[in-house]
């Protein structure tokens, strides 16, 4: 299963998997969204969009369009 950033449950840790290939792929590689890194959702605009993810020791906000390109999986840490 293909699960994206933008489907993970909040609080829950997942570890980005890959990354789509596109033109978005180098930024966010550059943003620190690369495999083996952990990712947990925070939390979410009341419209859905932004979605603020803690990547490693940082937060970031994504639009939902831009976190379908974050193929994550469960942590084995959780």
Same mark, same amino acid.
């Given at each position: 299963?293909? @699960?994206?950033?933008?489907?993970i449950g909040?609080?829950e840790?997942y570890?980005i998997r890959?990354l789509?290939?596109n033109?978005? @792929? ?5 943003? +620190?969204c690369?495999p +083996?890194?952990e990712?947990?959702k ?5 419209g +859905?969009?932004? *979605?603020?993810f803690? *990547?490693?020791?940082y *937060? #970031? +906000? #994504?639009r939902?369009?831009?976190a379908?390109? *974050? ?8």
């Open positions: 299963m293909n @699960t994206t950033a933008n489907h909040i609080n840790i570890e890959s789509k290939e033109d978005l @792929t180098l930024k966010l590689a550059e943003m +620190g690369v +083996g890194t990712i947990v925070l939390y979410t605009a009341p +859905g969009d932004p *979605i603020a803690r *990547i490693d020791s *937060i #970031l +906000g #994504l939902k369009s831009e379908e390109n *974050i193929f994550v999986k469960l942590s084995e840490l959780e």
